[in-house]
């Protein structure tokens, strides 16, 4: 194995990615299992973590997948995917909290039970979810390589701009700060907690706006770097910090935005 091969390694690992069946979640899962890790894809839809998992095994890489269903969206379904993930393995290296649902509505009629829902499966799932895996993070965490949590946070948890989507832009800025917060905690059991903060990719959540080639492209228009986000953007960012090169970063709440994160509307001196 060469030394970029080695440093970026993720063979032999276990991990756990929730909502894995559709857009970001199945791009991480994807990568994992190229990179020769064996993964589990929770999510609602167990026969669509079922499909997926086959359409993984498929590729012909070194790692594995298996799908089941799991749903975070209340205290039992929680503990049932909990029940599930300790039944396969006794010790877990990566946990993605990538599930998450969001809600839009003109600020005048955005309903009350929207931010309940929002913040049950985004924030608070995030939280219990990992609270009820840390005995099996912590079986699979080590000075020289540390066990691995992501959460899926979002540029729109960094920027003020909701796009009447507001209970979902206020959860993910929650996610990053609980992600710094339980960063900094676990730092001493040998666990990094970081999150991505993506831009625009194509999934089932954005379809409405990216869904043909041409709404991506007129998406794409509109981020600096001139497109909306690929696989392979994820795929870097997932194998870099599941592997040995980013086991030395904890707490980081990492832009993969093509530059929207230091974007902004003013112009100044510049016309």
């Known amino acids: 194995m060469s030394y970029l091969d080695e440093l970026f390694s993720v063979a032999g690992k276990t991990a756990l990615v929730t909502g894995a069946a559709t857009g970001i979640g199945r791009m991480v899962a994807t990568a994992l299992v190229q990179g020769g890790a064996s993964v589990m894809i929770a999510s609602r839809k167990g026969e669509d973590c079922v499909r997926v998992a086959g359409e993984l095994n498929g590729l012909g890489a070194t790692g594995r997948a298996e799908g089941f269903a799991g749903d975070v969206s209340s205290e039992a379904g929680i503990a049932a995917l909990v029940a599930e993930v300790k039944a396969r393995t006794e010790r ?111 999934s089932r959540m954005t379809a409405f706006a990216t869904a043909t080639e041409e709404q991506a492209k007129h998406v794409g228009d509109h981020v600096p770097i001139g497109r909306i986000g690929t696989p392979d953007d994820i795929a870097g960012a997932t194998l870099y910090l599941c592997s040995r090169a980013g086991s030395y970063v904890t707490g980081a709440i990492l832009p993969i935005d093509g530059g929207q994160s230091v974007q902004h509307g003013l112009t100044l001196f510049k016309e």
């Open 92 to 202: 877990l290296h990566i946990l993605v909290n990538n599930a998450g649902v969001s809600w839009g509505a003109p600020l005048e009629d955005f309903p009350y039970h929207a931010w309940a829902k929002v913040f049950g499966v985004n924030v608070t799932a995030v939280f219990h979810l990992t609270r009820e895996l840390l005995p099996l993070l912590d079986a699979a965490a080590s000075d020289a390589d540390p066990a691995r949590v992501i959460n899926l946070g979002s540029v729109m948890g960094t920027q003020p701009l909701a796009d009447d989507a507001y209970s979902y832009a206020a959860s993910k800025a929650a996610v990053h700060h609980l992600t710094r917060t339980l960063g900094i905690e676990f730092a001493a059991r040998r666990i990094t907690v970081n999150a991505f903060a993506p831009g625009p990719f194509q």
